[in-house]
């Protein structure tokens, strides 16, 4: 039994709960979003039209009987009795925090993101910090980009690039590959994947 912390309650959080409560039976699940569901964002995302106007945290814990938080993922969230962080945003602000609070409470982290057809998410555990594996490492503009932060800017500029349902999908389907590959392979961590990428031009 697992206790998840999920920061976004957009796109991808909406294809990837239903799948992930039935595959994972977590003991417990947060989810940890501030934005408001708009009409406009029903053709890409997994939401109930009646719940337009409300927070998106709110509309999917209503759907699938989870808890949740209506704030911004920041370093000051509480996360102690947490065993996986998933960070779903769009905006490295988030991910830049949710690592953060992963190497402080010393937990494991699964980040998402996906643009118009291209979707990835990749792993970090804790003692990877500064290493190859670490996305401040091999994504150094996680540490400088604050654009696209539901802190810095108006929700108007965030929905200036949509993503396709299908990019959203396939992004929480690398998600669910890799929360299957921390919790349930039997390989050592050398053989283990941490990165899954899937490109308009490329599959890897």
Known sequence: MHRILIAGAGGVTSYLLPVLLKTFQPEKVTLVDKDILEQRNLDRQQ????????????????MY??????????TNIDARRY?????????????????TVA????????????????????LYLPLWRGSPK?????????????????????????????????ANMTCATHILHLMWTLFKSKADWEHRPHRFSTTEYKIS
């Open 134 to 166: 670490d996305p401040r490492v091999f994504y150094p503009d996680i540490m400088l980009d604050n654009s696209g932060s539901p802190l810095n800017c108006t929700g108007e500029l965030q929905e200036a690039f949509p993503q396709l349902a299908l």
């Open 65 to 74: 009987n989870v808890d949740h938080r209506a704030e911004w993922f920041t």
């Open 83 to 99: 065993d996986l962080l998933i960070c779903a945003c769009d905006n490295h602000k988030a991910r830049r925090d949710v690592l």
């Open 103 to 122: 190497d402080m409470e010393q937990i494991p982290a699964i980040i998402g993101g996906n643009e118009y057809f291209d979707a990835e998410a990749y």
């Open 47 to 62: 939401f109930n039209a009646d719940a337009v106007g409300e927070y998106k945290a709110k509309a999917l814990a209503d």
